[in-house]
């Protein structure tokens, strides 16, 4: 068959934020808010869909597709096969995606982006050759194996291969080493058996300095090729590895570094960072918990400075020693000065550094860090050395410099479906080569990139942890690799590969934390296991309260286990936090459950979480509610831990924390494990035992709940419940919130007489008391019964009613929320341009408090009034702002509400298409939420919806509703700013 050659389109790339994506490269998928959903048809028509994609400029034959997709068949047989697949691929596709025409076929790239029409148009320019290797995840259409897809396959992987070739000189030429050596590491990835791009490679890394890294290139490509071709490398790629090989680093400085046997990853910083530090300090501390790779850093370290230190570079390893004479003798060992065994070695020590500069890498100090650091200063004042060493404490000696070394940076969860992405991250480097030394068949590929991800993220990216768990590649499958990390000790052991070459210390994660919780003392010890009962980041004063009862002052212990780099440091805005890497968590965990004080922990955990909540139960209800939420989301999982303890350990704690957290819960729209708690609560036969005042609340909290669930019968059950318990006990001001809570429910399913009614009751009642302020919001909550039975200016009155009496009270929420209401009425009273001084002002009012999700509300009642009075291009606009603001703020009521208004004003400018994607996506978020709507706007956008079915036929319809359902909110944002662009006609409904 010959050979078809691709096109290169000059027009612009389409924008990459479009709504919907096709996906080719790698799994063909279609892809929307980062979410992609595999392309459901069948192999031969996927084929047919690249082939088309791939020639995009070009529309081709059908009787050229029939012949090649179908050599085998007759003509009439090939035809119909064609025109089956076209058939499917309109029916799976957005709407217009192909172009076809009685006797040809085309992609529509204008409709529907797509990541190889990009690559291609990319590629015609050397100035984006990095964007277009970047869009390349993979092979063409991964999974579809049809003889008639090689040519495109052939030609896509030529034209990658060169962009990289290119790529890679560029970046040398100009001296950006580490990009060259990514983009040669694509080169090989991509074709491991070409020698040329090894060699390449190789020498790079040994110019670089990491001559390991490039013998281990030599070792993967014989390996592959022993494998695969049963070859050994050609005679260029065997002499250049003897050259490294045999080739000196360490120039004519003595030193006693020992070569390393693998690659240096993903540490290049901090490389630079130390050779810095050693220019202006004498002593440099790397710092850092276990299995972080400080050694390491260390020995390359030492070989850079090869140079620096003509006196010699020297290695010390200190794992063994336990005071100053230790070290002393440890040091006079590696510099071969003969000692007595009743002398001090310092005098020794001392001569032989006296000459030139030299350096000292003291390894595992953490035991000895004061007597190390008494050293350091002795050997200052003598010679003209320079330590470099490693530890998990200070050595608190003067001109110390500091360096915390950090985890490998690891992908973030939402890249974890992206190879190009993931392979950026060192930690997905260092495991992809460490595996590839026992597994040379394993690549990253768009299929396996997110349990690669998945892995690093619950190693916490510690360098000796992804080592470990690298060397099973040749055993476990990468998903084996992800079900054993949940028993760390069968996958940290590296018993089996080389164990006699490294320090039991550092034989598995788990021992070496052992080393690092030996040195702790006892009340250190008990500290750190307590700590483990924390999900997720803590306050000094949480850990005072798990750990009080232990000793008064906590704070010396938990000092000395964050200056070990057991426990990190993170800073929020008000307070640092700390937290136990999910490794380190896991080895103090096991601690805990060994001790007799895991109920202590976990009783002082829920404890204090309660004691929190209930403090900021109170500012749920002000005009601090929202730095609350804010301040309560840093504790959310510790919220969640402790709920599940006292859930089964003590029913009163339980209580209180889902009567103090239930609004928080409700506004964060996480409070799906808290109902479930609460009802088994509810049922449990000591709940009758409580006091009245924590029943109504949890009986008020059940019917929030199920409010928001929009089940108004279970809602109304425990409403009336609560006021039950209010009543026998008194509680005038509970049974005021739980009188509104049931207006409300009665006013959102349709009973405003009963809700008024309720209102009414709340307002006598506020009255009496002299609440002002609790009695303007009643009031605008009966201006909003009167909106409902259209008594319009019964409703405008009692909003100025309101809108005065917040001025007065200095509410401005309140005044926003009078002024969107009078908005409202205006646009039913038809007095549009009040209504739209009313709407900005409650709008500017809303971004002075800086509240996004109100700001999104008031944004679409200003919407709704424009598009009644038929302006819809602003609307669209304003209904564009809203919900960019709901993309990132979730609110799922306030957004199901804009979509429905752009819909509406969408299908009002006479943009079927786009009213129909929309509505598909309010209505597919009301039933995935469980949103209610007033009856009258229920049957309203139900008879809009069918209009707009109607309008486009139902196959049409179909499509666009499957579309709309993929969106993401922001996805429809960006259309309806794009919408609000471009002039439409003006359509009546």
């Given at each position: 068959m010959a050979a078809r050659t691709l096109s290169i389109g000059r027009m612009p790339v389409p924008d990459e934020s479009a709504p919907f994506r096709l996906q080719l490269f790698g799994t063909p998928a279609l892809c929307a808010g980062g979410v992609a959903t595999r392309l459901a048809v069948?192999?031969?028509?996927?084929?047919?869909?690249?082939?088309?994609?791939?020639?995009?400029?070009?529309?081709?034959?059908?009787s050229r597709l029939a012949e090649i997709l179908w050599p085998?068949?007759?003509?009439?047989?090939?035809?119909?096969?064609?025109?089956?697949?076209?058939?499917?691929?309109?029916?799976?596709?957005?709407?217009?995606?192909?172009?076809?025409?009685?006797?040809?076929?085309?992609?529509?790239?204008?409709?529907?982006g797509c990541d190889v029409v990009d690559f291609l148009r990319l590629s015609s320019d050397p100035r984006t050759f990095e964007k277009a290797v970047a869009l390349r995840?993979?092979?063409l259409c991964v999974g579809v194996h049809d003889d008639a897809l090689e040519p495109?396959?052939?030609?896509?992987?030529?034209?990658y291969v060169a962009m990289l070739t290119d790529l890679a000189y560029a970046s040398y030429k100009t001296g950006r080493h580490p990009d060259a050596r990514l983009y040669l590491e694509r080169l090989v990835a991509a074709d491991p058996l070409d020698e040329g791009h090894v060699r390449a490679l190789m020498s790079l890394r040994r110019e670089t300095g990491d001559r390991a890294g490039a013998l281990r290139e030599y070792n993967v490509l014989a390996a592959r090729l022993r494998t695969e071709l049963d070859v050994e490398p050609e005679r260029e790629t065997t002499q250049l590895f003897q050259e490294i090989l045999y080739a000196s680093e360490a120039g004519s400085t003595p030193h006693n570094l020992t070569g390393e046997t693998n690659s240096f990853v993903g540490r290049e910083a901090e490389l630079e960072e130390v050779g810095t530090r050693l220019a202006d300090h004498r002593l440099v501390t790397i710092l850092g918990p276990a299995g972080i790779g400080k050694t390491r850093l260390a020995r390359r370290s030492a070989f850079n400075q090869l140079e620096r230190f003509p006196g010699g570079v020297w290695f010390v390893d200190l794992a063994q020693s336990s005071s100053r004479v230790d070290i002393e003798r440890s040091v006079a060992q590696v510099l071969r000065r003969e000692i007595t065994p009743t002398a001090s070695p310092m005098p020794a020590i001392l001569h032989a550094l006296d000459a030139q500069p030299a350096l000292l890498v003291l390894d595992n100090c953490e035991q000895v860090c004061i007597d190390a650091g008494e050293?350091?200063?002795?050997?200052?004042?003598?010679?003209?050395?320079?330590?470099?060493?490693?530890?998990?404490?200070?050595?608190?000696?003067?001109?110390?410099?500091?360096?915390?070394?950090?985890?490998?940076?690891?992908p973030p969860e939402a890249t974890h479906h992206?190879?190009?992405?993931?392979?950026?991250?060192?930690?997905?480097?260092?495991?992809?080569?460490?595996?590839?030394?026992?597994?040379?068949?394993l690549r990253l590929t768009a299929e396996n990139a997110r349990n690669v991800g998945d892995i690093l993220a619950r190693i916490d990216g510690l360098p000796l942890a992804i080592e470990l768990v690298a060397a099973r590649a040749n055993l476990l499958t990468l998903e084996g690799i992800l079900k054993r990390l949940a028993d760390r000790s069968t996958v940290f052991s590296n018993r089996s590969h080389g164990a006699r070459q490294v320090t039991i210390r550092h034989s598995t994660v788990e021992a070496s934390l052992q080393w690092s919780y030996a040195l702790l003392s006892r009340p250190e010890q008990q500290v750190f296991a307590r700590l483990s009962v924390f999900a997720g980041s803590f306050t000094m004063e949480a850990a005072q309260s798990v750990c009080g009862d232990l000793f008064a002052d906590v704070l010396p212990a938990f000092s000395e286990l964050v200056e070990s780099s057991l426990v990190q440091t993170r800073f929020a805005e008000?307070?640092?936090?700390?937290?136990?890497?999910?490794?380190?968590?896991?080895?103090?965990?096991?601690?805990?459950?060994?001790?007799?004080?895991?109920?202590?922990?976990?009783?002082?955990?829920?404890?204090?979480?309660?004691?929190?909540?209930?403090?900021?139960?109170?500012?749920?209800?002000?005009?601090?509610?929202?730095?609350?939420y804010r301040c309560c989301d840093l504790d959310a999982s510790n919220f969640a831990a402790a709920l599940r303890w006292s859930a089964n350990a003590n029913h009163s704690m339980a209580l209180r924390l889902i009567t103090s957290l239930w609004r928080y819960w409700i506004f964060r729209w996480t409070f799906d494990e808290a109902q479930a708690v609460l009802h088994a609560l509810l049922d449990s036969p000591i709940f009758e035992y409580e006091p009245v005042e924590l029943r109504a609340r949890a009986f008020q909290a059940a019917g929030m709940f199920e409010k928001e669930k929009a089940d108004a019968a279970a809602a109304r059950t425990y409403f009336e419940l609560a006021l039950q318990q209010c009543r026998a006990g008194n509680l005038e001001v509970q049974e005021l919130e739980v009188l509104n809570a049931l207006a409300i429910l009665e006013f959102n399913h349709g009973d405003p007489a009963r809700a008024g009614s309720l209102y009414e009751t709340c307002l006598e009642m506020q009255e009496r008391k002299g609440d002002a302020w609790a009695a303007a919001e009643t009031i605008a909550n009966l201006g909003a019964v009167a909106q409902s039975t259209n008594q319009y200016?019964?409703?405008?009155?009692?909003?100025?009613?309101?809108?005065?009496?917040?001025?007065?009270?200095?509410?401005?929420?309140g005044v926003a929320y009078a002024l969107r209401s009078l908005t409202l009425c205006c646009e039913m009273l038809g007095r549009y341009d009040q209504g739209i001084t009313y709407g900005n002002e409650c709008i500017a009012t809303y971004e002075r408090l800086g509240e996004q999700a109100r700001l999104a509300d008031g944004l679409q009642t200003l919407s709704n009034l424009l598009s009644m009075m038929g302006d819809q291009r602003r609307a669209i606009a304003l209904y564009a702002r809203a919900l960019h603001i709901l993309s990132q703020v979730e609110h799922p009521i306030f957004t199901m509400l804009s979509l429905f208004g752009y819909g509406l004003a969408s299908f009002r400018a006479g943009d079927h298409l786009e009213a129909a994607r929309t509505f598909a996506k309010a209505w597919t978020l009301r039933e995935a939420k469980h949103l209610s709507l007033q009856e009258e706007n229920h049957v309203f956008f139900c008879e809009t919806t069918d209009k707009v079915k109607a309008l486009l036929g139902e196959r049409q319809f179909e499509v666009a509703w499957a579309y709309g359902k993929s969106l993401t909110i922001n996805q429809i944002a960006h259309a309806a700013e794009q919408s609000a662009e471009r002039p439409a006609p003006s359509v009546s409904i």
């Open positions: 069948p192999a031969k028509a996927v084929a047919l869909l690249a082939i088309l994609v791939v020639h995009f400029e070009t529309p081709q034959l059908r085998e068949t007759t003509d009439d047989e090939a035809r119909a096969n064609l025109r089956r697949h076209l058939h499917l691929l309109v029916k799976t596709l957005p709407s217009n995606a192909l172009a076809l025409t009685k006797n040809g076929a085309c992609w529509n790239g204008e409709q529907l995840q993979g092979e495109e396959r052939q030609a896509l992987d030529e034209r050293f350091a200063a002795a050997l200052f004042a003598g010679s003209k050395a320079s330590v470099l060493a490693t530890s998990r404490h200070r050595l608190k000696a003067s001109d110390e410099s500091v360096l915390h070394l950090q985890p490998l940076p690891v992206n190879a190009e992405e993931v392979m950026r991250y060192p930690a997905a480097r260092l495991f992809l080569e460490r595996a590839a030394t026992v597994a040379p068949w008000s307070e640092p936090r700390f937290v136990l890497l999910e490794t380190v968590r896991a080895f103090a965990a096991e601690r805990l459950r060994e001790s007799a004080d895991l109920g202590i922990a976990q009783t002082a955990h829920a404890m204090h979480y309660s004691e929190f909540a209930q403090r900021h139960a109170a500012e749920f209800v002000s005009e601090q509610e929202l730095e609350a200016e019964r409703a405008f009155g009692l909003f100025e009613r309101v809108l005065d009496a917040f001025r007065a009270t200095g509410n401005e929420r």
